[in-house]
């Protein structure tokens, strides 16, 4: 079963929003200048922004919060976020992929930018409903 994809908007304001509640003001998520120098192609949205908009996805999908068990990613790819008022966006997908011993859903998740794959091994756990 497909769980149907949703869409989050990244914008440089949005980073900046971020930093400041995260306490990460790291260079390569504001300068242009700093992230090409270390290689990156331009301002990339931080790791833990990119985990936090697909753990977004799934508390919708599975309709609270505290119904997500265990959430775990491995980042792949960064989040290019260019200079302008568009940003750019984040797909988030995912596919039941049955249960756990105890009945809960498990849960493949894609996150996707420019059509490739920015996190790897993106997996849920959703609690069962109770009866």
């Given at each position: 079963?497909?769980?149907?994809?949703q869409?989050?908007r990244?914008?440089?304001?949005?980073?900046?929003?971020?930093?400041?509640?995260?306490?990460d003001?790291?260079?390569?998520?504001?300068?242009?200048?700093?992230?090409t120098?270390v290689g990156?192609?331009?301002v990339?949205?931080h790791?833990?922004f990119t985990?936090?908009?697909?753990?977004?996805?799934?508390t919708?999908?599975?309709?609270?919060?505290?119904?997500?068990?265990?959430?775990?990613?491995?980042?792949?790819r960064?989040?290019?976020?260019?200079d302008?008022?568009?940003?750019t966006?984040?797909?988030?997908?995912?596919?039941?992929?049955g249960?756990?011993?105890?009945?809960?859903?498990?849960?493949?998740?894609?996150?996707?930018?420019?059509?490739?794959?920015?996190?790897?091994?993106?997996?849920?756990?959703?609690?069962?409903?109770s009866?």
């Amino acid at each position: 079963m497909d769980l149907p994809v949703q869409t989050y908007r990244v914008t440089r304001a949005d980073l900046v929003r971020y930093a400041g509640a995260s306490g990460d003001f790291n260079p390569i998520h504001w300068s242009e200048r700093i992230a090409t120098k270390v290689g990156l192609p331009g301002v990339i949205a931080h790791g833990m922004f990119t985990m936090a908009l697909v753990g977004r996805a799934v508390t919708a999908w599975a309709g609270a919060p505290d119904a997500v068990v265990e959430y775990s990613v491995r980042f792949s790819r960064p989040v290019p976020v260019p200079d302008d008022d568009e940003g750019t966006e984040v797909q988030v997908s995912g596919v039941v992929k049955g249960e756990t011993e105890g009945g809960d859903t498990r849960i493949e998740i894609t996150a996707t930018c420019h059509g490739e794959k920015v996190l790897s091994q993106a997996r849920a756990i959703v609690r069962r409903e109770s009866p």
